[in-house]
């Protein structure tokens, strides 16, 4: 840390320089006029030549802004650097930020081929970070000695120093590896997916195993370039060995499970099903199948619900929506009394459902006689619909409409009746 501190003081006194705070002044002043042009001229709202010719315009139009303030920026550079001489650092700052420039467009390019959620995620966990890095050193290596910052000893764990750079490659070589491989695996995976037709279950395992192959062998790299003691590692591949057969047992076996249920394919996102500990009237949507759970939607109090993978080997699984459709058999039950003949309830039950507008007209509603119970015959009505997450509401809607027929139709809904039978003056018999 003592060698450190001899760095830091030249870094500030660097900073200092009349030479580098009348570049940033003069950076500063040309920020200041782009920021009242930018405000007169409206590039990003005004109507472009040829824009409605050529999409791509409107795709670039929001980065107009961005490119007038690049021009703004180094034209003052290159006039600084004609009048003094001394424009290092306001070239690096500028032409810094045209790089920045053309990762927007890049990002912008992404996003017609690659999925939003891991452009997203890559453009504000990966990119970003890198960029904000990258600059701050580049800054500093224009004004101090970057090599000597760098290899300043910070550090001393067991017989390992470790440098200012060091600590750098672990702390955000590190941050990288665990946020930054979904792009490149992405990648990888459509690329083997056109050489071995892989199917979209077999698409979506591949692409998780390249990420944890990716992750594994960056840490690898890290470790080996930093100088890691292998004893130090033996030691934490051994703990880890420990907390696999205890502790982690459980995080191990939902990875190998969530792993085999993406080959597999019987559980894919858009799926709705349903788990043995459920009720039929609560299916819940698959939104996405993770490494260590899935998460779930439950539509009748809008939650998401997170369940471990190894859940759907150990568990019986029920599947409203398999390879074939999406289709839904609902049921309704209500019992009519004895007096009336049960084709013309049967009939009712079935014109009723029909009416329906969320019941499917093919197949068409079919309506059962089910069983003599005590008080009433028991009917069923059994209707189809095309998306199992509406069942619930869709059963109170066939509800309400048979209870409504049968009042016009004076279909009686009995009550449970009790029949007292007397024999004799002293005995009573119950019968139910």
């Known amino acids: 840390m003592n060698s450190l501190t001899p760095v830091l003081a030249d870094f500030i006194s660097d900073l200092l320089r009349p030479s580098v705070l009348l570049q940033l002044f003069a950076l500063a002043f040309g920020l200041i006029i782009w920021f009242f042009l930018q405000i007169s001229l409206h590039l990003e709202t005004r109507r472009w030549p040829f824009e409605h010719r050529?999409?791509?315009?409107?795709?670039?139009?929001?980065?107009?802004?961005?490119?007038?303030?690049?021009?703004?920026?180094?034209?003052?550079?290159?006039?600084?650097?004609?009048?003094?001489?001394?424009?290092?650092?306001?070239?690096?700052?500028?032409?810094?930020?045209?790089f920045c420039v053309f990762t927007r467009v890049f990002i912008i390019l992404l996003r017609l081929r690659v999925p939003i959620s891991i452009v997203k995620s890559f453009d504000v966990s990966v990119l970003r970070p890198f960029l904000v890095v990258f600059g701050f050193l580049g800054f500093i290596a224009q004004i101090a000695d970057l090599p000597s910052l760098l290899d300043a000893p910070v550090l001393m764990l067991s017989s390992n120093d470790f440098s200012f750079n060091d600590l750098l490659l672990l702390v955000f070589g590190s941050y990288f590896l665990a946020t930054g491989t979904a792009l490149p695996a992405w990648c990888l995976t459509w690329f083997f997916s056109g050489i071995f037709q892989l199917s979209k279950p077999a698409h979506r395992a591949a692409e998780l195993i390249i990420r944890?192959?990716?992750?594994?062998?960056?840490?690898?790299?890290?470790?080996?370039?930093?100088?890691?003691?292998?004893?130090?590692?033996?030691?934490?591949?051994?703990?880890?060995?420990?907390?696999l057969g205890f502790g982690l047992k459980e995080i191990f076996s939902n990875f190998i499970s969530g792993i085999w249920l993406l080959i597999e394919g019987a559980v894919r996102p858009g799926d709705v099903l349903l788990l043995e500990n459920g009720n039929g009237e609560d299916p819940c949507e698959v939104?996405?199948?993770?490494?260590?759970?899935?998460?779930?939607?439950?539509?009748?109090?809008?939650?998401?619900?997170?369940?471990?993978?190894?859940?759907?080997?150990?568990?019986?699984?029920?599947?409203?929506?398999?390879?074939?459709?999406?289709?839904?058999?609902?049921?309704?039950?209500?019992?009519?009394?004895?007096?009336?003949?049960?084709?013309?309830v049967i009939a009712i039950l079935e014109a009723v459902a029909a009416t329906v507008p969320r019941v499917l007209a093919k197949p068409a509603p079919k309506g059962l006689l089910l069983r003599y119970d005590d008080s009433?015959?028991?009917?069923?009505?059994?209707?189809?619909?095309?998306?199992?997450?509406?069942?619930?509401?869709?059963?109170?809607?066939?509800?309400?409409?048979?209870?409504?027929?049968?009042?016009?139709?004076?279909?009686?809904?009995?009550?449970?009746?009790r029949v007292l039978h007397m024999d004799g003056a002293s005995n009573a018999r119950t019968q139910i």
């Open 212 to 243: 944890y192959l990716i992750t594994g062998i960056g840490f690898v790299l890290i470790f080996m370039i930093v100088g890691v003691n292998y004893t130090f590692l033996a030691a934490i591949g051994g703990g880890l060995s420990v907390g």
């Open 287 to 344: 939104l996405e199948l993770g490494m260590r759970a899935t998460t779930l939607w439950r539509d009748r109090d809008n939650v998401e619900l997170v369940v471990p993978n190894q859940l759907f080997f150990t568990q019986q699984m029920v599947t409203y929506s398999g390879l074939k459709d999406r289709y839904r058999r609902g049921q309704v039950l209500i019992g009519a009394a004895y007096r009336h003949p049960p084709e013309k």
């Open 54 to 98: 050529f999409n791509y315009i409107a795709l670039f139009k929001p980065l107009a802004n961005e490119v007038l303030l690049l021009v703004i920026l180094r034209i003052f550079a290159l006039a600084l650097h004609n009048i003094t001489g001394v424009a290092g650092l306001a070239l690096f700052i500028s032409g810094f930020y045209g």
């Open 376 to 417: 009433a015959i028991t009917y069923a009505i059994r209707y189809w619909i095309e998306d199992p997450m509406n069942g619930i509401s869709v059963a109170s809607e066939v509800g309400i409409a048979v209870w409504n027929a049968f009042s016009r139709e004076g279909i009686e809904i009995p009550y449970p009746q």
